[in-house]
């Protein structure tokens, strides 16, 4: 077992966003009988990339993301971002504090009392009066996800999809460097799921954001990564990295026919498996 | 249903309601039960003579009063129980016995402590009240959503924003409600408070209605009770609807 060492107060700036020795458990007692979800994870996400998170389920995917929002803190380890420490274990959570990180979560998480525009505005709300570039900037991103004839209704009228495309709307508008994404398109149907994937990509493109995509579906996550992780095992580390090498643009509908899919699909499927049954 | 069918149902529901109350007064006589004819020629005679007006404003003052003490301090009490865990273990069997009185039991009392001004009135009204909006404040707090709080700090909220976007606007449905279902508690209790000690109000009315065995007088001030609370309510929904501006 790694003991804890001692860790720098600033990291050497390479990568946009690195997590160095990571780690969350909760119970009492002793480093050895805490129980550890995450424990002693490196990551280091580059700037523009869009990396994805794969793993059995219970490996800590959620709570990484979790951790990296700062709604949760670490029981060990740091976070830096653009090599300055924003979280760690001798550091309370306090989300939104960067304005560096937007998450979408699995739920919309729209305010029922706020209609669309009212939505997607709403992080511009909270910084203060919204200038009119600043506006306009929030109407070509409505106009981009398609929901410029819905601005006025409400989330309880829409469908899952559009709330899906409000809530995309709503992080871009709040125009972090960094978006969360936690299985966003896991409750959709199939036609609406490759749509929004593809919307996605278009925006990653057009946005120059970093993401970190958590997803169960293989084929999403090849579709739409650079590189893919999957985190294994209790505690949760990094068990496979790979990089996706195939070309961009990409229809993430017909991903399955590029050359190297299969080699990728069969070495994430194999460790995941591993993964599933110790 | 559409617009006519609802009026219809609504002239039907109104027109059974004056046949069994003309039936009865016919079967029981008019001491009992007077004639819906002498009740409106009461209601007219108090509307001339200005008595009307007077009773129901006095009545409405002691109500809004009333009201707003118990709504602010229900609100408040719910708000400080909701923060602090310790206050919360500590203050809720209290406010459990305390919230378990019968209110309107403690109108000799609180004569005996205030007096017979307006104080002791307002009073019970707001302790009425103030029941009923903290039980609906309160779970109304231990239901905001706290994925959207979470969303919300996320996106950078201060404390002070997260009340006021996320919380404010999850607990209003429930203070609506609350205020609802106390409106009616409240005209009784200001009723009862004012059958014990005043000289106006529409409790003073029909207290001074039944000891001068003058039953119209006594059916009189029930239905304009009956109508201050319709006329709350009233109040109460158009204030709901620009309060709560979707109800999804």
Known sequence: MTMKRDLPETIDAG???????????????????????????????????????????????????????????????????????????????????????????????????????????????????????DIERVRRLVEQVGLTPWTKHYPHQLSGGMRKRASLARTLAYNP????????????????????????????????????????????????GDRIVVLSGSPGQVVLERRIDIQRPRDPELIFKAPTFAGHYDAIRSCLRAGSHP | MTPQTTLLAKAIGLAAFASVWALASRWVGDYWVPSIGQVAARFWQELLAGKLLVDLWTTSQLLMAGTAIGTVLGCALACVLRLSARLDAMMQPFVTAVMSIPKLGLVPLLVLWFGTGWAPKVMLVALTVLFIVFSLTYAGLVTVNPRLAMTARVFGATPLQLTRHIVVPSVMPFLFTGLQVALPWAVSAALVAEY???????????????????????????VLATILVLLGNGVLSIARRFAIRVQP
Request: glycine share 10%; charged share 20%.
């Open chain 1, 15 to 133: 990568a946009l966003l690195q997590l160095r020795q990571l780690g969350i458990s909760y119970g009492a007692g002793t480093s050895g009988e805490r129980c550890w979800i995450l424990r002693d994870l490196d990551l280091d996400v580059q700037e523009g990339e869009f990396l994805t998170i794969m793993g059995s389920s219970g490996a800590g995917k959620s709570t990484l993301l979790n951790l990296v929002a700062q709604t949760l803190q670490p029981s060990a380890g740091q976070i830096a971002f653009r090599g300055k420490v924003v979280g760690g274990a001798d550091m309370p959570a306090d989300p939104g504090s960067s304005r560096q990180i937007g998450y979408v979560t699995q739920d919309d998480n729209l305010l029922p009392w706020r209609t669309v525009w009212d939505n997607v505005m709403f992080p511009l709300t909270l910084a203060g009066k919204a200038s009119a570039s």
């Open chain 1, 177 to 224: 460097p960094v978006v969360l994404m936690d299985e966003p398109f896991g409750a959709l149907d199939a036609e609406t799921r490759a749509q929004l994937q593809a919307d996605l990509l278009d925006l990653w493109a057009s946005e120059k954001k970093t993401i970190l995509f958590v997803t169960h579906d293989i084929n999403e996550a090849i579709a739409l």
């Open chain 2, 196 to 222: 014990l000690a005043a000289k106006v109000g529409i409790g003073h009315g029909i207290e001074e209605a039944r000891q001068l065995s003058d039953s119209v007088g006594v059916y009189y001030g029930i």
